[in-house]
């Protein structure tokens, strides 16, 4: 059983900054993707950085500059550093990787839970 914890959000005003952590724990044979996505109130879901076990980066357009996504393969993390933060980022942060739980299985995409951002003055 494979499971995606997520941490470090909050409430922040208008140019703060927050770091995101996710950890994935349980039977792990390999960690591919790693990605952030966020949901906001009546929106879709959608991609905010993606990070590869090999670490090439991604980022959505409207936080090109402003976040940085990293990984600690040995500890099985990601984080998100999220700077220079506006109302428009408010939404429910979502950490999934990509993982392969034993060496006979497929990979398949893992979900956190989420944790929410909120940006306000």
């Known amino acids: 059983q494979v499971q995606l914890v997520e941490s470090g959000g909050g409430l922040v005003q208008p140019g703060g900054s927050l770091r995101l952590s996710c950890s994935a724990s349980g039977s792990i044979f390999g960690i591919y993707v790693m990605g952030w996505y966020r949901q906001a109130p009546g929106k879709q879901r959608e991609l905010v950085a993606a990070?590869?076990?090999?670490?090439?980066?991604n980022y959505a357009d409207s936080v090109k500059g402003r976040c940085t996504i990293s990984r600690d393969n040995a500890k099985n993390m990601v984080y998100l550093q999220m700077n220079s933060l506006k109302p428009e980022d408010t939404a429910v942060y979502y950490c999934k990787a990509a993982i392969q739980g034993f060496p006979k299985d497929s990979r398949r995409d893992y979900w956190g839970q989420g944790t929410q951002v909120t940006v306000s003055s």
């Open positions: 990070i590869t076990s090999g670490g090439s980066r």
